[in-house]
């Protein structure tokens, strides 16, 4: 008996969906169970930056941005290939073997993404691990919180000043953004090898997308953006290697990298993660004080950090446009995919567990 052509792929196609299945079943336990998804981060989620991150580790450029370049290489092949098995004399069979490629990639890419880094979004929040009490701030809550980080920024200036000459190169800054990750991992429980953070080479391009960094699920790689202003630079490189020690929420990476650069003894780690930190505390500080009384509390920051944060807003809004506005409408719907529902709001809540950590040091 003839049988029917492609009958003896239904357990093939079948099988393409398996990583799929596991996906939706990893991510369901870690929705449901926090503590299962805080087990996983700690016992199972390791594994990858001391595997895959080693090995990726080896190439000396961003091997991510080189994938979304052969990506984008491959569509326009692929759309190409298409256009042509469709209009060809085995179109119904080309389709076929298209439909089951592009299926079978994007389920093991979607089951990738769950093991490094979808089910991690789940886990435990850093402040209930560490009995950071979250609530609302006072006005005098964060008028204090300000001028502490402005007294810290103004420490590091002084520290760094006498050293302008001699900043740190990019490999240096690189070399010490894991150290400083490092010895906060001794304190809070995060993986001890960071491989080594990468300069993207079209930085141009994530300018004008709004971008500082991206941490790569895919080859555990944390890349950042050279082009932006100095000065930012260490905090956004520890922000990426957060997302490599498995802590995913936007809020926690950036608290987590304000506490690497304040701890760091490079002084302009110190100040990079204080003028992160101001940034955020003088935007919620904005929605509670009068424009007045704003003014003149921006008026005690060291005259140096006013004009770094002059500089990075003028650098920034020569990229403002459409780009970045539909790339922080993709970002923000990402975010609320894997269940932070507060999408790109999400970063400015940095300001919530400072407070907390200020209090819990006190």
Not at 147 to 174: I, K, N, Q, S, V
Not at 274 to 294: D, I, K
Request: glycine residues 8%.
């Amino acid at each position: 008996m003839n049988q029917r052509p492609g009958a003896r792929r239904g357990p093939r196609a079948a099988v393409c969906f398996i990583p799929l299945a596991l996906s939706a079943a990893l991510l369901a336990a870690a929705r449901s169970s926090p503590a299962w998804a805080e087990w996983y981060a700690g016992h199972i989620y390791p594994v990858f930056p001391y595997t895959i991150g080693r090995l990726c580790a080896l190439f000396p450029f961003s091997l991510f941005e080189f994938l979304l370049l052969a990506l984008g290489a491959g569509a326009l092949l692929l759309t190409g290939w298409t256009l042509l098995a469709l209009t060809g004399p085995a179109a119904e069979r080309g389709t076929g073997r298209l439909l089951f490629r592009v299926c079978a990639a994007l389920s093991a890419a979607l089951l990738i993404f769950t093991l490094t880094g979808g089910v991690n979004y789940s886990r435990e929040t850093f402040a209930a691990r560490y009995s950071l009490q979250i609530r609302e701030s006072s006005p005098e809550e964060l008028r204090a919180l300000y001028r502490e980080l402005a007294a810290e920024a103004g420490e590091a200036l002084a520290a760094l000043e006498p050293a302008a000459e001699e900043r740190a190169t990019g490999r240096e800054t690189e070399d010490e953004a894991r150290r400083a990750m490092a010895a906060l991992g001794r304190r809070y429980s995060l993986i001890s090898y960071y491989p080594p953070p990468k300069p993207v080479l079209f930085s141009s391009a994530m300018s004008w997308l709004g971008i500082s960094g991206i941490f790569s699920p895919f080859t555990l790689e944390a890349n950042y953006n050279s082009d932006m202003p100095d000065f930012q630079i260490p905090c956004a490189i520890c922000h990426e290697l957060a997302h490599v020690s498995g802590y995913m929420r936007e809020d926690e990476a950036g608290f987590i990298s304000y506490l690497a650069c304040r701890a760091s003894p490079e002084a302009a780690f110190r100040y990079s993660g204080a003028m992160f930190a101001l940034s955020h505390v003088l935007n919620a500080l904005g929605g509670v004080v009068s424009p007045e009384e704003y003014g003149a509390l921006y008026a005690e920051l060291p005259a140096a950090a006013a004009a770094d944060f002059r500089r990075a807003g003028e650098y920034w809004r020569r990229f403002a446009g459409r780009a970045a506005d539909i790339q922080t409408r993709a970002n923000d719907a990402y975010l609320r995919a894997n269940a932070q529902e507060n999408g790109v709001r999400g970063y400015g809540q940095v300001v919530d567990l400072l407070l907390a950590w200020r209090r819990a040091e006190q």
